[in-house]
């Protein structure tokens, strides 16, 4: 009996020590292409890391903390002296410039049945694929301007900042921590490319000559419209050109009974010898 129980504390405190040493961990490029973005982070779920803590018949859910990191700082608690989560929001805590803030709330992940990683490669099943694995930081722009949004607000992050994760197993029905992972390394997100360091084929080009550039183009389109326009005005004849040529052949129609009558009255006065 005893060696059951010494069983079961050791297993516990070994589960314990394994989560307690595992840290969030940046989502695999092949599934995340484009990770970290300006303002997202891409994480890993915490499969089968709270796994030997959860019990049978309890919920549980996975609480994601999120904090800037600064050079020099320790890394604060996310939790009271009853082992209570914190509840800080993306705005009290300025962002995670303060101090760490709640981020996102999802369901312990099942270790038992987690997603079929080759299933991301057909496009019906990709997006449940990514939902089940994989938890992107900074993915809610809505809720920073929803006055009566009361869940964690998953604002997006700052560009060019250094951010730190962490995960908070938390049994919902005494609403207390049961396991933690250690802080993330630090992940960097991107930051916006000036326009003199954009690379362009077939050679290197500078914002000011992407402008130039561009206005001596419509230039030239200008000038070719007038070009064309000037060539189709010199081929089209006028308006009067048909009006003088039907004035000059009635002219000449005229003329010749006109002509005919002068010559049969010389007839009639000339006398016959």
């Given at each position: 009996?005893?060696?059951?129980?010494?069983g079961?504390?050791?297993?516990?405190?070994?589960?314990?020590?394994?989560?307690?040493?595992?840290?969030?961990?940046?989502?695999?490029?092949?599934?995340?292409?484009?990770?970290?973005?300006?303002?997202?982070?891409?994480?890993?779920?915490?499969?089968?890391?709270?796994?030997g803590?959860?019990?049978?018949?309890?919920?549980?859910?996975?609480?994601?903390?999120?904090?800037?990191?600064?050079?020099?700082?320790?890394?604060?608690?996310?939790?009271?002296?009853?082992?209570?989560?914190?509840?800080?929001?993306?705005?009290?805590?300025?962002?995670?410039?303060?101090?760490?803030?709640?981020?996102?709330?999802?369901?312990?992940?099942?270790?038992?049945?987690?997603?079929k990683?080759?299933?991301?490669?057909?496009?019906?099943?990709?997006?449940?694929?990514m939902?089940?694995?994989?938890?992107?930081v900074?993915?809610d722009?809505?809720?920073?301007?929803?006055?009566?949004?009361?869940?964690?607000?998953?604002?997006?992050?700052?560009?060019?900042?250094?951010?730190?994760?962490?995960?908070?197993?938390?049994?919902?029905?005494?609403?207390?921590?049961?396991?933690?992972?250690?802080?993330?390394?630090p992940?960097?997100?991107r930051?916006?490319?000036?326009?003199?360091?954009?690379?362009?084929?077939?050679?290197?080009?500078s914002?000011?000559?992407?402008?130039?550039?561009?206005?001596?183009?419509?230039?030239?389109?200008?000038v070719?419209?007038?070009?064309?326009?000037?060539?189709?005005?010199?081929?089209t004849?006028?308006?009067?050109?048909?009006?003088?040529?039907?004035?000059?052949?009635?002219?000449?129609?005229?003329?010749?009974?006109?002509?005919?009558e002068?010559?049969?009255?010389?007839?009639?006065?000339?006398?016959?010898?």
């Amino acid at each position: 009996m005893w060696g059951l129980w010494f069983g079961l504390i050791f297993c516990s405190f070994w589960h314990l020590c394994i989560a307690q040493t595992l840290r969030p961990q940046i989502a695999n490029h092949k599934l995340a292409t484009n990770n970290p973005t300006l303002t997202t982070v891409a994480l890993e779920k915490p499969f089968c890391v709270f796994d030997g803590l959860m019990l049978k018949g309890t919920s549980y859910e996975v609480y994601l903390y999120t904090m800037v990191d600064s050079a020099g700082t320790s890394r604060p608690s996310v939790t009271d002296n009853r082992s209570k989560p914190l509840n800080a929001t993306f705005q009290q805590t300025n962002g995670g410039q303060s101090g760490p803030y709640k981020a996102a709330v999802f369901h312990a992940p099942n270790c038992a049945s987690p997603p079929k990683l080759s299933d991301a490669a057909d496009a019906t099943k990709a997006s449940a694929v990514m939902t089940q694995y994989l938890i992107r930081v900074g993915d809610d722009a809505a809720c920073l301007y929803d006055p009566n949004f009361l869940e964690a607000c998953n604002s997006p992050l700052s560009q060019d900042t250094v951010y730190r994760f962490k995960y908070l197993l938390v049994d919902r029905t005494a609403g207390v921590m049961k396991g933690q992972t250690l802080w993330s390394h630090p992940i960097k997100t991107r930051r916006v490319k000036q326009s003199s360091t954009i690379d362009t084929w077939p050679g290197r080009r500078s914002g000011g000559m992407i402008v130039i550039t561009s206005i001596l183009s419509v230039l030239m389109f200008i000038v070719v419209v007038g070009f064309v326009a000037a060539i189709l005005l010199a081929v089209t004849p006028s308006e009067e050109t048909p009006t003088e040529m039907r004035y000059e052949s009635q002219t000449t129609q005229l003329a010749v009974p006109r002509v005919l009558e002068m010559s049969e009255s010389h007839l009639i006065a000339s006398p016959i010898h």
